[in-house]
């Protein structure tokens, strides 16, 4: 089984309770191989009242989290018997598992939110190929030079002009060849 993103409803403006909770569910029944991130998806935007500019975040969809996960029996059962959670979205019916989001749908969300459905510690490593998916080299093909954990970014070697030209990307810029 693989790992995948769902949607998951809670009570709205009860989002961070319910990731709060589901992370210490995760921590204290170890399962950690199962339920990687809870993510709340937020924007950040910039108002200007009174001539003072503010940064305000904002949640992208109200009463929903995204959770990355293994659908297991035991990890769907945990979320869904979270104090807060109203169910998966994409389930049909009582006992049904839901389908998790489409990649690109979820890659989407990630970036605008700066962040990569790839998890630079355990999915990529050096000498892997990369297709650049977003940016000024999108749709080139690369090999990964180095790595930058700290700032998810990669260096990235490009065939330019029959030339390998090591190139600098995000890491929500890139998917997996």
């Given amino acids: 089984m693989e790992k995948a993103w769902y949607v998951v409803n809670t009570y709205s403006g009860h989002e961070q309770k319910v990731k709060e909770k589901l992370e210490a569910k995760v921590e ?16 950040t935007e910039v108002e200007i009242k009174d001539g003072v500019k503010k ?12 959770v990355e996960m293994i659908m297991t029996d ?6 869904r018997n ?30 605008t939110m700066g962040m990569s459905r790839l998890d630079s510690d355990s999915d990529l490593k050096v ?18 030079d180095s790595i930058d954990k700290e700032n998810n970014r990669l260096n990235v070697l490009i065939d330019l002009f029959g030339q390998e030209t090591p190139v600098e990307v995000e890491l929500f810029q890139v998917s997996k060849a």
């Avoid at 035991?74 to 979320?79: D, F, K, L, P, S």
């Fill in 82 to 111: 979270t104090p807060g959670v109203t169910g998966f979205i994409g389930s049909y019916g009582h006992k049904a598992k839901p389908t998790p989001l489409p990649p690109q749908e979820i890659d989407k969300v990630l970036a």
């Fill in 28 to 43: 204290s029944m170890g399962m950690q191989d199962n339920i990687f991130r809870v993510i709340i998806p937020e924007t």
């Fill in 127 to 144: 000498g892997d190929a990369v297709n650049v998916i977003d940016g000024p080299f999108k749709g080139m093909t690369g090999k990964i």
């Fill in 74 to 79: 035991e990890a769907w059962y945990i979320i």
């Fill in 55 to 66: 940064e305000k975040v904002k949640k992208m969809f109200p009463g929903y989290i995204l």
